[in-house]
């Protein structure tokens, strides 16, 4: 054994293996060699087929997310106007029950309004349509729909929807107890 020469670096040689300048696995200079024919050279680099084909892909999946995240807007924008209109209309409901006095709840069809209890005038985002379904004897004219709340709860009942593209959201009203729901149809269905 040489002097100045470990037990590791022995083992090394004594397995057939070479130094650290040497290695065992050479490695190539491209994974992917492209061969060169006669004395033309080789130039590595992208052709600009494959340069539209990879801006084509990115272009399309761009498309696909604004689409989804269009359409996710819109939905939160109906979510959360029917969720204020639910919150308008058991707020009507419980001034009906605190004052023990009969409260209504008026829908304008044509201005994509309505009044509360507490809130006069309160218009809907844009691009929202609603349309109410209440007993014909509390219909003001024919644009407003109203729904009664009486001082034990109750109420004369409806369904106001509101609509956005494909999707409608009902806000459900119950005559007998004067519970207020919100139902989404399209996720129903």
């Known amino acids: 054994m040489k002097r100045g020469m470990g037990n590791r670096e022995s083992g090394m040689a004594e397995a057939g ?9 050479p490695i190539p200079h ?6 060169c024919r006669g004395r033309t050279s080789c130039a590595n680099g992208f052709t600009l087929l494959e340069m539209l084909a990879v801006i084509l892909l990115i272009g399309i999946a761009v498309a696909a997310v604004s689409v989804s995240v269009t359409q996710g807007l819109a939905s939160a924008r109906v979510r959360a106007a029917s ?3 639910a919150g308008a209309l058991r707020a009507t409901r419980a001034q009906a029950i605190v004052r023990s006095e009969e409260q209504h709840f008026d829908v304008d069809t044509r201005a994509n309004s309505y009044d509360g209890a507490k809130r006069q005038g309160v218009a809907l985002p844009k691009g929202l349509r609603v349309s109410i379904t209440s007993a014909k004897e509390d219909q003001p004219n024919d644009h407003t729909g109203r729904i009664r709340f009486f001082p034990d709860g109750s109420s004369t009942g409806g369904r106001i929807t509101l609509h956005s593209g494909r999707r409608e959201w009902h806000v459900n009203v119950s005559w007998l107890t004067g519970e207020v729901r919100v139902v989404d149809t399209v996720a129903s269905r």
């Open 30 to 35: 491209s994974l992917f060699p492209i061969p």
């Open 17 to 25: 293996l070479r130094g650290p300048r040497s290695s065992a696995f």
């Open 83 to 85: 969720g204020e209109l």
